[in-house]
């Protein structure tokens, strides 16, 4: 099948159903590729307290769930695909995996970031249930809890040293010796009383209970990485501090990206170096990577596509 619209977003987190919402309320017949993981990360977090307006939080899942219902109360229309390829020539062309084609005058990309992970047993299970890749978000909710933070770069030396702010303890399991963290941050981290390093050790399996239907992480496995040695422990949390990785592969080599691969945008807007096509949201987003600022990129690339496309009209 192949359908023709004026916009077209990919990606459906806070960014792209905020596009979504302006772009549609504009007049825009405006289509959303929602990908393989509808609304984003924020269906990976539980509660989300810190996005303004919801005064008694609210569960990451049912923020998305509003945002979709507005973005289609003006029009906008939902489509459970993910985008596989992508034509830059005007009008472009995105197909997807479930052998659909689009066209859009423009195209809003908001494909976000994944936060990497371990990939080792049980980290599936007990993401959001013990397991977290975002101190931010959830740290809150490990008061006075031992906790451990995997990774030896700046992220983990951040959310280590924010999560002091609530558990009584914090130990920083790291690979090997050195670090990549900058000295700026490492010192910070060593200095603070309540953090605690374990180098050259990995963790190799998260455990747990399931009670009632509630999954509760318990204890993990770690292994030192010169004798192989393993043991079983218990801990409150454990946070995946490993960095994270802008969904831009498809855009790669045509739209420019930094180093890392985030999306490359003028200063102050969501333009890329491709006319009409507009990035907002974390995927070009490497130092705030919240709801709110997505959020608050996503309107801006909808009103950047607007006054574009009504300049070529013009
Ligand atoms: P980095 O790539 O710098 O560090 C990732 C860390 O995770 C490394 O120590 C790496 O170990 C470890 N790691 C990676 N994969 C695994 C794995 N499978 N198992 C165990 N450990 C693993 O990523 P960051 O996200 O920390 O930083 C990315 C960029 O963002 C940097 O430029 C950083 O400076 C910047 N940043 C800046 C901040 C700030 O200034 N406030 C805050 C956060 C990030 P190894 O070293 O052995 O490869």
């Avoid at 109360?73 to 995105?94: Q, T």
């Avoid at 700026?184 to 990995?202: Q, S």
């Avoid at 987003?285 to 009209?313: K, N, P």
Wanted: charged share 25%.
């Amino acid at each position: 099948m192949s359908s023709t619209h004026k916009v077209a977003i990919i990606g459906s987190g806070p960014a792209g159903f905020t596009a979504a919402i302006y772009a549609s309320r504009a007049g825009f017949d405006v289509t959303i590729l929602e990908g393989e993981k509808p609304g984003g990360q924020l269906t990976i977090t539980t509660d989300v307290e810190n996005y303004p307006g919801y005064a008694d939080g609210i569960m990451g899942p049912e923020m998305m769930e509003i945002f979709r219902k507005q973005a289609h109360r003006f029009g906008a229309k939902s489509k459970y695909e993910h985008v596989n390829k992508v034509s830059f020539e005007r009008p472009f062309k995105l197909e997807t995996e479930q052998g659909n084609e689009y066209t859009a005058d423009a195209v809003i990309i908001a494909t976000g970031a994944s936060a990497k992970l371990l990939g080792v047993k049980g980290e599936d299970t007990y993401m959001a249930h013990g397991v977290s890749a975002c101190a931010t978000c959830d740290g809150f909710f490990f008061k006075n809890e031992e906790l451990y933070v995997v990774g030896g770069g700046d992220t983990a030396m951040e959310e280590a040293t924010f999560l002091t702010k609530f558990a009584s303890k914090v130990t920083i399991v790291h690979r090997r010796q050195e670090f990549r963290a900058s000295n700026i941050m490492l010192e910070r981290a060593r200095k603070n009383p309540k953090i605690d390093f374990m180098l050259d050790t990995v963790i190799d399996e998260f455990k747990g209970s399931e009670t009632n239907g509630l999954k509760k992480l318990e204890t993990v496995v770690l292994r030192d990485v010169n004798t192989n040695e393993t043991r079983e422990q218990e801990i409150g949390g454990v946070f995946i501090g490993i960095g994270h990785r802008p969904n831009s592969d498809l855009f790669r080599g045509v739209i420019d990206t930094d180093d890392t691969g985030y999306i490359l945008t003028k200063p102050g807007t969501t333009y890329t170096n491709v006319p009409g096509m507009f990035a907002c949201g974390d995927v070009q987003d490497s130092v705030y990577r919240q709801a709110v600022t997505a959020a608050g990129s996503g309107c801006m690339a909808a009103i950047d596509a607007e006054r574009w496309l009504e300049a070529q009209e013009g």
